[in-house]
């Protein structure tokens, strides 16, 4: 992969494709419609063509915005993956800079997950997002030469089609290492506070299973439909603490009212405990994450929602998911 950020037209295959600012007003009917914001600028709602799309505007004042909507493009146009959010295009008109992605009807899995959502998620849709969201990590670190870490798997930077399949999004500060069998990279630390890799934060080397602990800690807000960043005490020990007691039921979302089966449901909080460990090589790869979710959606869809309230759980070996060389 080109890691080179500058923007090159000639790039760009038909699906990817320049447009100017006259044009992106004319897709968002003037940017009439706004559907998200961020420190990096607006998001609009908009129809290229008859397909709907998001288009993200860039901030005109954010240099470091800048930088980020050019890897953010030249990533897009070298990946892609059904667990992926499509780039449609991107508008560097002057001081007009934008980026058109296909349009997510259910937007962020933020929305959906925790206080104040209208609805409440099923035990087998959140296992079913975890799925696709692992196998878009998995792409990213095992699918693309060289591997990609997104460095920002959050919530927020998950979003749900109109049939609530996952796809990750905001690739701005993802980065690329240099070959193929490199292992880390030196970086400076970036990331969402909650979110963010101790080893990483520790000791600036970049890895895969930098993204394995933040989707480790969005597997336990999946499971508990509680902030990682807004918990008066940390919510990891606090996890910790209750399986140990053996409470997994009090640590599922109460909302579900039991309708989930108790095996997937220890299962899940123990994955999501292996990938939070504080050093990266107790950690299992997205490989194996993606694996043992496949194995518990499978276990959810045959119990067809039914409520399993026994003591017992199935076996579940962390270690076994270790790789043996880890990244």
């Known amino acids: 992969m080109n890691t080179d950020l500058t923007i090159n037209d000639e790039l760009f295959t038909p699906r990817n494709q320049q447009f100017t600012f006259s044009e992106l007003k004319s897709i968002t009917n003037n940017f009439k ?49 059904k667990n992926i959010t499509s780039l449609v295009g991107y508008c560097n008109d002057n001081n007009q800079k934008g980026i058109i992605y296909e349009y997510m009807a259910n937007g962020s899995l933020e929305m959906h997950l925790f206080d104040g959502s209208p609805n409440v998620l099923s035990w ?13 990590l998995v792409y990213l670190h095992h699918g693309c030469k060289p591997p990609i870490v997104h460095r920002d798997v959050k919530p927020s930077n998950i979003l749900l089609n109109q049939v609530f399949q996952a796809k990750l ?19 400076v630390v970036v990331g969402t506070h909650g979110y963010l890799d101790p080893e990483y934060y520790l ?26 960043t807004s918990e008066d005490i940390n919510m990891i020990e606090r996890v910790k603490s209750m399986v140990a007691q053996g409470n997994v039921n009090n640590l599922v979302d109460p909302r579900l009212e039991g309708r989930f089966n108790i095996n997937t449901a220890w ?7 292996a990938c939070v460990s504080h050093t990266s090589i107790r950690r299992p790869t997205m490989n ?20 399993n309230n026994q003591s017992g759980y199935l076996s579940f070996n962390v270690e076994s998911m270790i790789s043996p060389k880890a990244r």
């Open 33 to 81: 419609t706004i559907i998200g914001r961020g420190w990096f600028g607006t998001v609009y709602h908009g129809y290229n063509g008859n397909d709907p799309v998001a288009v993200k505007m860039l901030t005109e004042s954010s240099s470091q915005g800048y930088k980020e909507f050019q890897a953010e493009v030249k990533l897009l146009m070298d990946v892609r993956h």
């Open 267 to 273: 299962k899940v909080v123990e994955l999501a405990i």
């Open 124 to 136: 087998e849709t959140r296992l079913q997002i975890a799925c696709d969201a692992a196998e878009g």
């Open 203 to 228: 000791t600036n080397w970049l890895t895969e299973k930098s993204d394995v602990y933040s989707f480790g800690v969005v597997l336990l807000e999946l499971i508990t439909s509680r902030r990682a």
């Open 169 to 187: 999004a905001d690739f701005g500060m993802s980065k690329a290492f240099a070959t193929e069998d490199a292992t880390h990279v030196s970086m």
């Open 288 to 307: 194996n994450v993606a694996m043992e979710l496949k194995n518990c959606l499978q276990v959810e869809k045959a119990c067809d929602g039914k409520p």
